[in-house]
């Protein structure tokens, strides 16, 4: 089992940044791949990045590459999404997930609670 919690959610004005945290605890972070996710209201759930168990390499939806960051210190359990350049586009519910690989984070059986992040124009 993982726990995942995730925070540093808030509220934002357009061109600002944030960043989120994901604490996991339970079994082996580092063997881990993990993801963010967003889902904002009324739309389905979407993929915004992910970070191998090593952290050699990560992936990103087009709509936030070159503003957004994924990373991960396994020492401490935790993976951020440092988001730059935030677009009222970005609000939604952010959502972290753990799996095996990166390939199975949609599906995964690990998910954090979510944390809300609201970017105004």
């Known amino acids: 089992q993982v726990q995942l919690v995730e925070s540093g959610g808030g509220l934002v004005q357009a061109g600002g940044s944030l960043t989120l945290s994901c604490a996991a605890s339970?079994?082996?972070?580092?063997?881990?791949?993990m993801g963010w996710f967003r889902q904002a209201a009324g739309k389905e759930r979407e993929f915004v990045a992910a970070?191998?168990?090593?952290?050699?390499?990560?992936y990103y939806t087009d709509s936030v590459k070159g503003r957004f960051t994924i990373s991960r210190d396994n020492a401490k359990n935790t993976v951020y999404l440092q988001m730059n350049s935030l677009k009222p586009e970005d609000t939604a519910v952010y959502y972290c997930?753990?799996?095996?690989?990166?390939?199975?984070?949609?599906?995964?059986?690990?998910w954090g609670q979510g944390t809300q992040v609201t970017v105004s124009s």
């Open positions: 997930a753990a799996a095996e690989v990166v390939a199975g984070l949609d599906d995964s059986d690990y």
């Open positions: 339970g079994r082996t972070f580092s063997s881990y791949a």
């Open positions: 970070i191998t168990y090593s952290g050699d390499s990560t």
